[in-house]
């Protein structure tokens, strides 16, 4: 299995990311962590942010008894499994990445 091409995303600071390809359209930065968030585009989810997880760059999801990677099932902090907010956006990625 091949990982995704990842190319550079600069953040409002001007330091840069690497961020899957799929994933810069709708990139709008990171946590405090460096976990990537983006605005989803798909119903019934449009317009929610959501962060990915730094493992797989998926979504997480409740399992047995923990919140886990939508990928690899490796255990990530439950946060990444709720909505999050605007505050939640620790760096911004700059317009036009």
Do not use: H
Not at 27 to 43: K, P, S
């Amino acid at each position: 299995m091949t990982k995704p091409r990842r190319v550079r995303v600069f953040l409002e600071n001007d330091q840069y990311i690497l961020a899957p390809k799929w994933a810069i359209k709708d990139l709008v930065g990171i946590d405090e962590f460096g976990n990537l968030i983006i605005r989803e585009t798909e119903a019934p989810f449009a317009g929610q942010l959501t962060g990915l997880t730094s493992c797989c760059n998926a979504t997480a999801k409740g399992c047995d008894g923990y919140t886990g990677c939508r990928n690899c099932y490796r255990e990530v902090e439950s946060y990444l499994g709720a909505e999050m907010r605007e505050s939640d956006v620790y760096l911004k990625a700059k317009v036009g990445a």
